[in-house]
Every structure is written in C-alpha cells, then in structure tokens.
C-alpha cells in the first residue's frame, strides 16, 4: 500500500479488491483506516456470492482515508420464480415446449400403457400449479403403448374337458370358467363330447364336436 503526504494531508493507494470475499475486504479498508465506506449487493450470474463486482474509486487511485468508498458485492444469479403449467393431455412435444417457454426443464419418464389412445400424452406430472425457480427440472409421465398380453386357457388341463364327457358336464365346466362355447352335432345332456379346442385365447370360445351315445 503507497502512502503519500502532501501538503501535510496522508493519501492512501486505493487497493484492489479484485477476487477478493467481502469479509476480506473489510479487514483491509479497516485496517488502512477507511471508514467511509459503503457495500452495496447487486445479483451477478457470473461472480461467485460475497465476492467484488466492482469498486469506486477504481484501483490504485490516490485517495485519503475519509473519501466515500462504494464497494459491490455479488449476491448471486437473481432467482426467478416461475408458476409451473400443467401440461397433462398433451402430447409430449407440446407439453416440452410450454415448460421450456417458462424457462423450467422437463424432465421425461414414459409409463406403459395398453390404451393406444394414450400413447406420446402426459399421463400425469408434479408440481403442477407450484411456483418454483427459473430452471427446475419438472418430470412428466408420458404414456407409452404395448399391445397387452393375451392369456392362453389350456381347455384340458384348466377347465376340466375330455373325450367322452356328457355335453351337460361340458356346458357346467365351461359356464363355471366364464368360457363361450358352440356345439356342433347334438346338444343333448347325455351327448357325449368326441373333440374340442384343446388351447383357445382368453375371450376366445371353445368349438365341441359332440355325438349320440350309442346304447346297446
């Protein structure tokens, strides 16, 4: 620090706070016995919070100890609240677009769903409503279709039929499993079952080919 004396007055160089925290900086100014100093904060999204964004006088300027000092801190990138839409029903590039037009980041998950209508739509999604900070991440459910999975019934081995069953044991078994069926060749109690649809989808019916019992 360059002291001069003039004319019987003390100057002081004016230091540079440049990098430097506040707290620092006012052990130095207290230290060189300034006291007319001010600190004023102002939001910097480049300098780090308690740091120097500028100083008046400038650096190194010839000053005495009782000149107004105004030093500026940074107080951080300003935070910016924003209300977060609600984009549920859309489809995905639309809802994307509206959370990214108010500076907020979507963030994608995709739920499996049998209903095609739902494929590419918002499903669901968080914080609708809520007021939070320019940038926050904002997850979304968006459907995603897969054909359902068709169960097999082993008509056999599930249900209970075989060859030579009365028609009447057939019916009871099926009407018992929720199952359709069409009989082609008599329909009586006492028919007797010759085939049947061993393996059918769930939904599907079964197909008995049936015959008189031969009595002797």
């Given amino acids: 620090l360059k002291v001069t004396i003039s004319g019987g007055e003390e100057t002081l160089s004016m230091p540079d706070f440049s990098g430097t925290e506040i707290t620092n900086i006012k052990q130095i100014l207290s230290s060189k016995g300034f006291t007319n100093y001010t600190i ?51 489809t995905e590039s639309i809802a994307k677009t509206e959370l990214e037009a108010v500076n907020l980041k979507a963030s994608i998950e995709y739920k499996v769903t049998n209903d095609s209508k739902e494929d590419g739509i918002v499903l669901s999604q968080v914080m609708e409503g809520n007021k939070v900070e320019e940038g926050t991440p904002v997850t979304i459910y968006v459907g ?27 019916k009871d078994k099926l009407n018992s499993a929720g199952i359709e069926f069409t009989i082609i060749g008599p329909t009586g109690d006492k028919d007797v079952i010759v085939s049947f649809t061993e393996i059918i989808k769930e939904g599907d019916s079964v197909i008995i080919t049936s015959k008189t019992l031969e009595t002797e």
Avoid: C, H, M, W
């Avoid at 740091?51 to 000092?69: F, G, H, R, V």
């Avoid at 995603?144 to 044991?169: A, D, F, M």
């Fill in 144 to 170: 995603k279709y897969e054909e359902p999975e068709v169960k097999e019934i082993n008509i056999r081995t599930e249900v209970g039929l075989s060859e030579g069953q009365t028609i009447k044991e057939a």
């Fill in 40 to 90: 004023k904060e102002e939001f910097d999204y480049d300098i780090k919070i308690g740091y120097l964004i500028s100083q008046s006088p400038e650096a190194q300027t010839e000053i005495k100890k009782d000149t107004a000092i105004t030093i500026v801190i940074s107080k951080g990138p300003e935070t910016i609240l924003v209300t977060v839409p609600g984009v549920v029903g859309k």
